[in-house]
């Protein structure tokens, strides 16, 4: 059969396609990528993938490479989280689907009367607010320190007959808290309350960092880890592992039936048919690097973290939030410097975008009790970002001093740029429809474009002057039309 279209065609459209994206190599965009800066463990995880291309991940039986595999990178990952025998697991398609799996066994597994809970920190990863509405959990978020620290004793007070599941990080995304493991899950075990760590960003990197209280399955009550081998695994995006402790327990995970006309659909995770391509390239770069090679890239991440971190703190305006750990932290405006002095850390980030550098903006929280936790912005770092920490500092440097002194875009200005009959009727439209949502976008110059505007700071002061339901809606909406067929 001949193609409608040449091969090589196509191919260049998908080159100039690649083209317009954020660089995924070179350590200019510090969030969602993780760049191990070796350009021949990208191009043997390339070639495992191509090599598991064809196969089904549903059926371990028919592919029994897929057992192999999944089996040698459980057996990698519960060494290095000092899991025992009695710590079983699975690869996952991501952080998301390994926290989903560990919220739904605990929902399987509690006996408890009414609506079973879900206890963590505020700062838990968004992924466990998606797994209390996908599976029917009350989600009871507990208030952190302004500097992003959780503290047991508040966790440990909400506890109760109906907790079916505590959730700990290690660290938090939005500030890389190290949150009270030990404290936690041993006062939850006393009750029978299972604890899950949340080490999806952590999970492949701390157990190499130095100088650390023991998070992971050391400690005796926590029953389950999910670590991302997409993250600091360096693999590519569809990877992650859910260990459990406890046959028992993890059998809870799976989805068995047998009860149609088709063959036993016995699932360890949410799908079925799935590419065994990221099982292959994890497998592959777990064997490449061994324990001694992930330490190595651990240490590099821990020399640049170290440097910027302090080079952000003797910065002027500018301030590292909490006590960080690990390869992210997120930087704050330092409230105790004069007016004239102080960084809005997302007109910090805009400038430093400017640069060339991709930073992330994270929005301000109120919490239950009234108090903030401020307006950050979210750097990751990871092996590549040593090879160019010199003009990383520069520009951290340069684009600070470029803003320092210039308020925040605050809530009410943004509000006040907008039409006030265009507020009213949204406040008064209820639940908006499509089109309606979609006119507002467009007002607010948001519509129509594929790329995000060049100041970032005033969106994300538009996302905390709204209310939560309306911002959730108009991003939707946003999201949707991106995808539409044109
Ligand atoms: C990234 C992350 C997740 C979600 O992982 P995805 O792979 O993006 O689905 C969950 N928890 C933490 C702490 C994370 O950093």
Known sequence: ???????????????????????????????????????????????????????????????????????????????????????????????????????????????????????????????????????????????????????????????????????VSAPSYPHAALDPVAAVARAAAELGIPCHVDACIGGWVLPFWEGLPDWDFRVEGVTSISADVHKYGYAPKGASVLLQRGRDRQRAQYFSTTRWPGYPVINPTMLGSKSAGPLAASWAIVQALGMDGFAELAASCQRSTRHLVDLVNSIPGLTVVGDPVGPLFAVTGDATAPARERIDPHHWADRVRAHGWQLQLQPSLVQSDGSVLPTT??????????????PLSEALVAAAAEVRGIPPVSPEQVLASFPPELLAGLAEAGPLDSETAWAFLQQVGLGGSDELPESLAPLLALVSALPAPLVERLLTELLARLVEPR
């Open 1 to 167: 059969m001949s193609f409608q279209k040449d091969p090589a065609e196509i191919l260049a459209r998908l080159d100039r396609l690649r083209a317009a994206d954020a660089p995924t190599h070179g350590g200019h965009v510090l969030s969602y990528v993780y760049d191990s800066g070796l350009a021949e463990l990208d191009e043997l995880a390339a070639r495992a993938i191509r090599v598991m291309q064809p196969v089904n991940g549903l059926d371990p039986t028919t592919f029994t490479s897929v057992a192999v595999m999944e089996r040698e990178v459980l057996g990698f990952a519960r060494e290095m989280l000092h899991g025992d025998d009695s710590v079983v697991g699975t690869v996952t398609t991501g952080g998301t689907e390994s926290c989903l799996l560990a919220v739904k066994t605990a929902r399987d597994l509690w006996s408890g009367e009414g609506r079973p809970r879900l206890v963590a920190p505020v700062t838990v990863h968004a992924a466990f607010q998606k797994a209390a509405h996908y599976f029917g959990l009350d989600l009871d978020l507990v208030d952190v320190g302004t500097d992003g620290r959780a503290h047991a004793e508040d966790l440990i007070a909400r506890f109760g007959p109906d907790v079916a599941l505590v959730v």
């Open 377 to 390: 912005t979210h750097l990751t770092i990871t092996p590549v970002t040593e090879s160019v920490l010199e």
